[in-house]
C-alpha cells in the first residue's frame, strides 16, 4: 500500500512509520522539516516538505494514495494554556486538517481511507459510567478543539472516502509521552498519584495504537470515531499504585489539586479529570488487544 503520513516526527507517528515499512509498505512522509529525517528508514519512505496549511506540490502524493494519515498537532501538555498557546494548540491541529481536506477534494483518485488523530479529551474530563463512541461531546477547551477538529475531517466523507477518527486515550511507551514525566518522582521514592486519584485514566500501549491504526487501515467496516484505549481503564489511584509496585517503589504521596491548579492553570483538567471510556466499536470489530492489564503492560514497558 502507499500510505501517506502527517505528522510522522513524534512518537506514534514514528513507530508507525517504522511498522509500516517493515510490512513492506510505501510510505510518504509530510514534513516541515525533512533535511536529516531520513536517518535509520529505507528507501520505501520518501520524504516531502509541507507547510502544514496552504495546498502545494505535496498535493499530487495524495492523488492514488491507498490511506492518508493525519497526527498533526502540538503537545497538549507543553506549555501552560495561555490563549497565544490555545491558538497553537487550535492551528497546530484545524490547518493541517484542512490542507489536508482540500488535497483530498482535488485527488481524481481519491485515498481509500482518511484516518484523523483526535482525543478522548472530546468526551470533557468528568462524568461518570462507561463512555462509548455515542457518548456526546463535553465540556471544556479539549471538548471543543476536538470537536472542531473532527468537523474539519469529517468534510471528507462527502467525496467518498471513508473517515475514521482517533480518540486517543493517555499513551504509555518507553520513548516518550505520559509515562516518561511521571517516572521521575517515583526513581526519587516520592511518586504518587495526581489529584484525588479518583478519576478515570484511559490508557492504552503505543504497540496497540499502531495496531488499531493498522486495523482500520485494513478493515472497510471501521470508520467514524474508534475509542483508541485499553478496554481496562484504571483510576489515577490503581495506575500510581502499579507503577510503583512495578518499579519497587511507593506510591504515597499524592500531588493534591490545588498545586497542580496552581502549577498548570486550566491545563491541570488533563490530570485531574478523566472519563471510563470504552473500546467498545473496536471489541465489536473483533479486534484483539495485545495489552489488557495495567501491571503486566507496565512491566513490559520497563524492561525496554
Not at 200 to 205: L, Q, V
Not at 224 to 230: E, F, Q, V, Y
Request: proline share 4%.
Amino acid at each position: 500500500m502507499k500510505v501517506i503520513i502527517a505528522g510522522g516526527s513524534g512518537f506514534i507517528g514514528s513507530e508507525l512509520i517504522r511498522k509500516l515499512l517493515a510490512s513492506n509498505h510505501q510510505v510518504v512522509l509530510l514534513s516541515r522539516k525533512p533535511v536529516g529525517f531520513k536517518s535509520g528508514y529505507n528507501e520505501s519512505l520518501q520524504i516531502v516538505n509541507w507547510n502544514g496549511k496552504h495546498a502545494g506540490s505535496w498535493i499530487k502524493y495524495i492523488d492514488g494514495s491507498d490511506a492518508v494519515i493525519n497526527l498533526s498537532g502540538e503537545n497538549v501538555a507543553s506549555k501552560r494554556w495561555s490563549n497565544t498557546q490555545k491558538e497553537n494548540l487550535i492551528n497546530s491541529r484545524i490547518e493541517p486538517t484542512m490542507a489536508i481536506a482540500d488535497a483530498i477534494s482535488k485527488a481524481v483518485n481519491k485515498p481509500k481511507v482518511f484516518i484523523n488523530a483526535s482525543a478522548a479529551g472530546f468526551y470533557g474530563n468528568f462524568g461518570d459510567g462507561d463512555v462509548f463512541e455515542s457518548e456526546t461531546k463535553g465540556e471544556g477547551f479539549l471538548a471543543d478543539l476536538c470537536e472542531e477538529w473532527e468537523r474539519n475531517a469529517m468534510v471528507t466523507e462527502k467525496y467518498g472516502v471513508r473517515v475514521v477518527l482517533l480518540r486517543i486515550g493517555v499513551v504509555l511507551s518507553p520513548s516518550g509521552g505520559a509515562l516518561k514525566k511521571m517516572l521521575t518522582p517515583f526513581k526519587y521514592f516520592i511518586g504518587g498519584p495526581l489529584g484525588s486519584g479518583k478519576q478515570w485514566f484511559p490508557w492504552i500501549h503505543l504497540e496497540d495504537v499502531i495496531r488499531i491504526i493498522q486495523f482500520a487501515i485494513e478493515n472497510n467496516g471501521i470508520k467514524g470515531a474508534l475509542n483508541i484505549t485499553s478496554p481496562n481503564p484504571v483510576t489515577m489511584s490503581e495506575f500510581a499504585y502499579s507503577l510503583g509496585k512495578v518499579l519497587k517503589r511507593p506510591s504515597l504521596f499524592p500531588v493534591p489539586s490545588i498545586i497542580l491548579k496552581l502549577l498548570l492553570g486550566e491545563m491541570s483538567e488533563i490530570v485531574l479529570g478523566g472519563r471510563k471510556i470504552i473500546p467498545k466499536k473496536l471489541i465489536d470489530a473483533g479486534f484483539k488487544f495485545k495489552f489488557i492489564d495495567i501491571n503486566d503492560t507496565l512491566i513490559a514497558l520497563m524492561k525496554r
